[in-house]
């Protein structure tokens, strides 16, 4: 299910009989207006876009063109309505949502479609529209549910980057790893089965590495896996999110839901975040993790993934 008015959030994916995603009874299903918070009005769950940045900040002073100015929490996307497009053909279904950009000049097409043999693919492209050359970090953002049974699937040993944490220790942010250990205090921790790992009441973001080469990333849920294929050279990193009931912007206050009178639900999710550039905050690619991606004047940038289920006996 895609909503144009909700910055063209995909709310639902249905793959092998299995809807996907991770949905938000606190945060109502409404169009979000200009400066409202990602976390208190857009973070209803499904499938955001997050472009020029994922966190909220500032654009460095020296960067020609955009210095000083204010980026808000999941980028410029997920606030505004984009044109949509729907097409049928012999190949299947397809929508085109293309957004232009309000702090930056830069114009970001997404199109999903929905091929006959059930698989799922999404091809980007951003154009910069401006005189000068555009910094940007760009991540999808699904959310999936988190239970005792997640099991995620990324490349063994692969460098993990710790950029943020709550109620647990992995060390500072920007510490290295390898995918899926990380170091609590003295013992190490497998992330591949985040519902099982540690206790209760912790959160963590991390950026792993991709080979430059076809890469599979998967989520395993009650013996179905969702894959997600992507090109190193394209898409040089996954985000992972997981929050274990140790994040929500609802801590020590009750839901904006008017007639939702019971505390709110702690969270438990986990996303697995195909990305551009790290970390969240556009700030910080430019400056100490150096891994910011410039879009020169006129030029465009394209990327794709593609996702498919299968039940985990049969995913080769």
Same mark, same amino acid.
């Given at each position: 299910?895609?909503?144009?008015?909700?910055?063209?959030?995909?709310?639902?994916?249905?793959?092998?009989?299995?809807?996907?995603?991770?949905?938000?009874?606190?945060?109502?299903?409404?169009?979000?207006?200009?400066?409202?918070?990602? $976390?208190?009005?857009?973070?209803?769950?499904?499938?955001?876009?997050?472009?020029? /940045?994922?966190?909220?900040?500032?654009?460095?002073? &020296?960067?020609?063109? !955009?210095?000083?100015?204010?980026?808000?929490?999941?980028?410029?996307?997920?606030?505004?309505?984009?044109? %949509? /497009?729907?097409?049928?053909?012999?190949?299947?279904?397809?929508?085109?949502?293309?957004? @232009?950009?309000? $702090?930056?000049?830069y114009r970001f097409t997404? /199109?999903?479609?929905?091929?006959?043999?059930?698989?799922?693919?999404?091809?980007?492209?951003?154009?910069? @529209?401006?005189?000068?050359? %555009?910094?940007? %970090?760009?991540?999808?953002?699904?959310?999936?549910?988190?239970?005792?049974?997640?099991?995620?699937?990324?490349?063994?040993?692969?460098?993990?980057?710790?950029? $943020?944490?709550?109620?647990?220790?992995?060390?500072?942010?920007?510490?290295?790893?390898?995918?899926?250990?990380?170091?609590?205090?003295?013992?190490?921790?497998?992330?591949?089965?985040?519902?099982?790992?540690?206790?209760?009441?912790?959160?963590?973001?991390?950026?792993?590495?991709?080979?430059?080469?076809e890469a599979l990333i998967?989520?395993?849920?009650?013996?179905?896996?969702?894959?997600?294929?992507?090109?190193?050279?394209?898409?040089?990193?996954?985000?992972?999110?997981?929050?274990?009931?140790? &994040? @929500?912007?609802?801590?020590?206050?009750?839901?904006?839901?008017?007639?939702?009178?019971?505390?709110?639900?702690?969270? !438990?999710?986990?996303?697995?975040?195909?990305?551009?550039?790290?970390?969240?905050?556009?700030?910080?690619?430019?400056?100490?993790?150096?891994?910011?991606?410039?879009?020169?004047?006129?030029?465009?940038?394209? &990327?794709?993934? /593609?996702?498919?289920?299968?039940? %985990?006996?049969?995913?080769?």
């Open positions: 299910m895609l909503i144009p008015a909700l910055g063209g959030k995909i709310r639902d994916v249905t793959l092998a009989g299995r809807q996907w995603f991770w949905h938000n009874a606190d945060i109502p299903v409404a169009r979000p207006a200009r400066g409202d918070s990602y $976390a208190l009005a857009g973070d209803s769950g499904g499938l955001d876009e997050c472009f020029p /940045t994922i966190a909220a900040c500032r654009v460095p002073a &020296w960067v020609r063109g !955009a210095g000083d100015l204010e980026l808000p929490d999941h980028g410029e996307l997920w606030s505004q309505e984009p044109d %949509v /497009t729907i097409l049928t053909d012999e190949e299947g279904h397809s929508a085109t949502c293309v957004w @232009t950009g309000r $702090a930056l000049p997404r /199109t999903i479609a929905v091929r006959p043999e059930g698989a799922l693919s999404f091809a980007y492209a951003v154009v910069n @529209t401006g005189p000068h050359r %555009v910094p940007f %970090v760009w991540s999808s953002n699904p959310l999936f549910p988190l239970s005792a049974r997640t099991r995620l699937v990324l490349p063994e040993g692969a460098r993990a980057r710790l950029w $943020a944490q709550r109620g647990v220790d992995f060390g500072r942010p920007g510490s290295e790893h390898q995918w899926p250990w990380l170091r609590a205090g003295g013992a190490l921790v497998d992330l591949s089965r985040p519902g099982t790992a540690l206790r209760d009441g912790f959160a963590c973001k991390l950026f792993v590495d991709l080979p430059r080469a998967a989520l395993e849920e009650d013996g179905v896996r969702l894959e997600m294929r992507i090109h190193g050279r394209e898409i040089p990193r996954v985000g992972v999110w997981i929050n274990r009931r140790g &994040w @929500t912007p609802f801590r020590g206050r009750r839901s904006r839901v008017p007639f939702l009178r019971r505390k709110p639900t702690p969270y !438990a999710n986990v996303a697995l975040q195909p990305c551009i550039g790290a970390p969240d905050a556009l700030s910080d690619a430019l400056g100490e993790w150096d891994a910011a991606h410039w879009l020169e004047p006129g030029a465009t940038a394209r &990327w794709s993934m /593609t996702w498919r289920a299968r039940r %985990v006996a049969d995913a080769a």
